[in-house]
């Protein structure tokens, strides 16, 4: 069975930083692309970023672009999303999701159950 | 970017009934490479359809996805009580942006 275990989370001053973490188990995580996809509250939802399986492509939504930084270490079977410069829009809960294949084009067959960020002072 | 347009954004219905809902997209989604997600209140999603109208493991056969380049429909043949959820579409080729979802609620 597939798990995804998000942690990091958090309350954080606007303008702070924080590392979201994701423990995978159930598959071949250095097989398969992944993902991490917000949803403020209330609201639907919002891809942030994703990288393949290898960990060399990485894409960011220009919402995130240039704060926020998704990477892997397949050694140890976790996703990271490094978050900088965090604005009070940037308050969500964030998912983990495990893509359906190595590389583009993918869906999110598999999801955490969300860590919740917040950013306030 | 394409952007994904899903209708109604309320679907008010009673267990049994057919429900339809509609996903269009602002351009052709390559290859029907579109996937359905349900999400229940409090609960993570769920991968519902994929390449438009492939069932994901475990999903009954009540739910179905149809169309192709601009126009994609999902459709639950007799709704159960535990359907009343929220559905995004999400084309996932070139794009990776969700629709803004579909509640279908219970009337």
């Known amino acids: 069975e597939v798990q995804l275990l998000e942690s990091g989370g958090g309350l954080v001053q606007p303008g702070g930083s924080l590392r979201l973490s994701c423990v995978a188990s159930?598959?071949?995580?250095?097989?398969?692309?992944m993902s991490w996809v917000r949803q403020a509250p209330g609201k639907g939802l919002e891809w942030v970023s994703a990288i393949n399986a290898g960990g060399d492509d990485t894409y960011h939504a220009d919402s995130v672009k240039g704060r926020f930084t998704i990477s892997r270490d397949n050694s140890k079977n976790t996703l990271y999303l490094q978050m900088n410069s965090l604005r009070a829009d940037d308050t969500a809960l964030y998912y983990c999701?495990?893509?359906?294949?190595?590389?583009?084009?993918?869906?999110?067959?598999?999801w955490g159950q969300g860590n919740l960020v917040t950013v306030s002072s | 970017e394409i952007v994904l347009t899903q209708s109604p954004g309320t679907l008010s219905l009673s267990p049994g009934e057919r429900a339809t809902l509609s996903c269009r997209a602002s351009q052709s989604v390559s290859s029907s490479y579109l996937a359905w997600y349900q999400q229940k209140p409090g609960q993570a999603p769920r991968l519902l359809i994929y390449?438009?109208?492939s069932r994901a493991t475990g999903i009954p056969d009540r739910f179905s996805g149809s169309g192709s380049g601009t126009d994609f429909t999902l459709t639950i043949s007799r709704l159960e009580p535990e359907d009343f959820a929220v559905y995004y579409c999400q084309p996932y080729g070139d794009s990776r942006t969700f629709g803004q979802g579909t509640e279908v609620e219970i009337k």
């Open positions: 999701t495990k893509g359906s294949s190595s590389g583009r084009p993918y869906y999110f067959d598999s």
């Open positions: 390449g438009a109208s």
């Open positions: 159930g598959f071949s995580f250095r097989s398969y692309a």
